[in-house]
């Protein structure tokens, strides 16, 4: 059974960084694209930043230049981020997928797997 398990998030000032990471368990191989989502009350869940089997990583253009995604030989996913600011307030939530290759972050409905997220809270 697939788990996959976010921790690192927490409030910080606008202009301060964060690490996020994503523990999987349950992956068979390296073959899944794995991403980062975000969700505010009212909004869908939004694509921020994927990294696929090659380690080929692709960002919503909110987040170009400022956040990092990464993942390791055991699917540990990671998200560095950098110059927060207060509209990247958001649960964040882990997400993988059953294919090598990720095309972008995508959507929600394009992934499989989901953690139970982890809020990040950046004031201003």
């Known amino acids: 059974q697939v788990q996959l398990v976010e921790s690192g998030g927490g409030s910080v000032q606008a202009g301060g960084s964060l690490i996020l990471s994503c523990a999987a368990s349950g992956l068979t191989s390296s073959a899944y694209c794995m991403a980062w989502f975000r969700q505010v009350p009212g909004k869908e869940r939004e694509g921020v930043a994927s990294i696929n089997s090659y380690y080929t990583p692709a960002y919503a253009d909110s987040v170009k230049n400022r956040f990092t995604v990464s993942r390791d030989a055991q699917n540990t996913l990671y998200l560095q981020m950098n110059s927060l600011k207060p509209e990247d307030t958001a649960m964040y939530y882990c997400?993988?997928?059953?294919?090598?290759?990720?095309?972008?972050?995508?959507?929600?409905?394009?992934?499989?797997?989901w953690g139970q997220g982890t809020q990040v809270t950046v004031s201003s």
């Open positions: 997400a993988a997928r059953s294919t090598p290759l990720c095309g972008g972050p995508g959507v929600q409905k394009d992934y499989n797997y």
